[in-house]
């Protein structure tokens, strides 16, 4: 599974913790580029003409295969057992959904499954490309009998069979042979058209959408090229050492740079191939997708459209290819249709207009604001602090700009403001979809709430093990912190609220976050380069980041689906384990208040209605994502088509009668609103997020817990508890 943002990805040195930008490049993209051979669409006959590697290709397999053993973090060896994992991930990459191949095509291989491995080690390329084009050959047979299918006439098609089919068949079995395909994309067909009667399109829009979807894909089975072939071998190979280990081809490398160099305008999104899809992997903090508020982590995007422009479908398309459609001119509108993250099956789609823009680095910027509170006849100020990213303008530090900005730099200004302004009694620090950024910000933000002392601990490949510090003994902030966190909190935003929770500088608040705890680095290849990583994070007190991510002190219930989202939803992912710890202070000792703060947050969360209409979306989803399949009889897909509907217009009533307002009518008047709202990019919400006010409370129960918090760094205390070991 490959990424590529679209839109200035935030300049970071890759050994930073910027890396979920560019996560996953790994099993999978099929990216078209100049090189190599490729195969020709024969006008006149349609022959597939099959691909074939290239010198320059063997060369550089030579050389991946020498880079994974002796460089990369996990020690792993090209062996028997390996060939049997590389060959299903290439599969899996290749037909993923078990839709193109049969049994009797897998058992052709069964001579050349073992042998993969010493294969890949001596640059012996052509058993890969051979699986390539049967694939191809397949993929091209499936796409004519589609088209075949849908001229003859949808309306030849029986909807009254009590039929159904899964949604996800990643771990189904092979079909036996070809007749049983035929009737499994007979079955396709009819969800595809079901899919888009239930939207409300007429039959014959219906028969020239999936025609020309069909079509789509079949022009470039066609066009396939030997560079398809090397990048997603290639990455089934890496992808056995880590999720984060992947090759970039030529063209690959080049928009990587591109984007590393924020010279990219677009929506501010990174995408991923999955599968026939190009799914959105997260928004980036300021970028114009993020701001319009619609588009969301896991969504799938299933065609774009250029301003009024008919949208193109775009299901089967390389990632590269998608990419370059949605990038485009400042100030011009991107259509994009998708398969929202939540929907019950692909029948669900909405479309989302996004103004393209570039990322501005203020627009990234750490912000402010303040909860008045009042508690038991005695009221509370809490500052908020919201980072969305750990950013830092190298260029102006670089060219000596003594106010160039930074993470650290705009926080210690802002607490300043709000401790001088406001009188805040604690504060909290908002790190929610904070996707990481800058290593060095991590660690000196860290250095903003303790005297001096460790804040991560990297170990690299060889088992040495680096530890960075915070030495300036100044300290910003003394009193109460609360930290919040979510499944989208990853690897900067991981070393900062678990350096907060080992020196007990604060509670951390949320949900179980990410995950990710690796370093990569780029190093170029005779033929584009490979991303390997190198080294692994570890807290302080001794645990990694990686795979287990950060676990709240208390936990608030998410809507993110953490079996989709999140580095243990990755094949082949690093595994939590531990180092030493190191030396470091307890700033406060929390064990002897947590079962009451909990208590308390339990109670006031049983009694608001915000969480309970949290709770219920998170219930409506959950029933949702355990749906594996759905009938193919129309009068029962449009029964629970419109049950789903009445549960959503439900939910959204009831947000809006919580808030005051007038519900709506209808799903049209909803989604006629939507649109309207995320229009306005200079909206407001009045309403503050009820977990940031939640996060007061909890500041407020731990002052009234112990009073000795209001300031818990003091030369006492320093004196009083002994370093952690």
Do not use: C
Not at 552 to 560: A, L, V
């Amino acid at each position: 599974m490959t990424i590529a943002e679209n839109v200035f990805p935030r300049r970071q040195a890759l050994s930073g913790t910027g890396k979920k930008l560019f996560r996953t490049l790994t099993v999978t993209l099929l990216l078209s580029t100049a090189f190599g051979a490729q195969a020709k669409l024969d006008e006149a006959n349609q022959v597939y003409k099959p691909v074939a590697p290239t010198i320059e290709q063997a060369r550089a397999n030579i050389l991946i295969a020498r880079q994974l053993q002796f460089t990369h973090f996990r020690d792993l060896s090209i062996n028997n057992q390996l060939s049997d994992e590389v060959f299903n991930a290439y599969l899996d990459y290749l037909d993923g959904q078990r839709i193109y191949l049969t049994k009797q095509d897998i058992s052709k291989f069964d001579n050349v499954r073992p042998q993969l491995g010493s294969a890949l080690k001596t640059g012996q390329l052509q058993p890969g490309f051979d699986i390539y084009n049967l694939v191809q050959e397949r993929i091209i047979g499936r796409l004519k009998f589609a088209l075949n299918v849908i001229d003859q006439g949808i309306d030849k098609l029986d909807f009254s069979k009590d039929e159904s089919i899964l949604l996800d068949r990643s771990k189904a079995d092979w079909e036996p042979d070809t007749a049983a395909l035929d009737e499994l994309w007979i079955k396709r067909i009819k969800n595809a058209v079901l899919a888009q009667r239930l939207n409300g399109t007429d039959d014959d829009t219906i028969a020239d959408n999936l025609k020309r979807r069909y079509e789509g894909q079949l022009k470039r089975a066609y066009q396939a090229r030997s560079e398809d072939a090397f990048q997603a071998y290639m990455n089934a190979f890496t992808g056995m050492w880590d999720p984060h280990t992947s090759y970039f081809s030529p063209r690959v490398s080049e928009n990587f740079n591109i984007n590393m160099s924020l010279s990219l305008e677009g929506i501010g999104a990174v995408l991923q191939s999955d599968n026939e899809y190009t799914k959105v992997v997260r928004l980036v903090p300021g970028g114009p997708a993020s701001k319009q508020g619609q588009l969301q982590p896991a969504d799938r995007i299933v065609a774009v459209g250029q301003g009024d422009e008919k949208p193109v479908n775009v299901i089967g398309w390389r990632l590269d290819e998608v990419v370059d459609l949605i990038r485009g001119p400042r100030d011009s509108v991107v259509k994009l249709e998708v398969i929202p993250a939540n929907a019950s099956d692909e029948t669900v789609t909405k479309t989302i207009a996004i103004k393209r823009d570039q990322v501005k680095l203020e627009e990234q910027s750490a912000s402010k604001d303040v909860i008045h509170l009042k508690r038991d006849g005695k009221d509370y100020t809490v500052g908020v602090i919201t980072i969305p990213t750990f950013y830092a303008d190298f260029q102006a530090m670089q060219a000596g700009d003594p106010n160039y900005k930074s993470t650290t730099r705009d926080v210690r200004k802002l607490i300043g403001e709000l401790e001088q302004n406001d009188g805040i009694d604690g504060l909290v620090i908002d790190l929610r979809n904070n996707g990481g950024g800058a290593l060095q910000e991590a660690n000196d933000l860290v250095g903003l709430f303790i005297e001096q002392g460790p804040t991560v601990q990297i170990r690299h490949s060889n088992n040495e093990v680096q530890v960075m510090k915070d030495e300036d003994p100044s300290v910003a902030y003394d009193g109460p912190m609360v930290v919040l966190v979510n499944r989208m909190s990853a690897s900067a935003s991981e070393i900062f609220a678990g350096a907060i929770q080992d020196y007990g500088r604060g509670l951390v608040v949320g949900s179980q976050t990410f995950g990710k705890g690796t370093v990569q680095a780029v190093r170029p290849l005779n033929h584009g380069q490979l991303k390997i990583t190198q080294s692994k994070f570890y807290r302080i007190s001794g645990g990694s980041t990686q795979h287990k991510g950060v676990i709240p002190d208390i936990e608030i219930p998410s809507r993110i689906d953490k079996n989709r989202i999140g580095e243990d939803a990755l094949d082949h992912a690093l595994p939590w384990d531990q180092i030493e710890a190191v030396p470091h202070t307890r700033y406060f000792d929390f064990s002897n208040v947590i079962g009451e703060l909990r208590k308390r947050h339990d109670q006031r969360f049983a009694k608001s209605p915000d969480f309970k209409l949290l709770q219920r979306e998170i219930d409506f989803l959950n029933k949702q994502r355990e749906q594996d399949s759905v009938s193919l009889n129309e009068d029962k897909r449009r029964s629970q088509y419109n049950q789903i509907e009445r549960t959503r217009l439900t939910i959204a009533n009831a947000r809006r009668e919580l808030h005051g307002e007038k519900p709506f009518e209808s799903l049209e008047a909803l989604e006629k609103w939507q649109d309207a709202q995320a229009a306005d990019l200079d909206k407001t919400d009045e309403e503050m997020d009820f977990v940031i006010k939640e996060g007061g409370y909890i500041m407020a129960d731990m002052l009234d817990l112990d009073k000795n918090m209001a300031s818990i760094i003091t030369p006492h205390q320093f004196a009083a508890q002994a370093p952690a070991k």
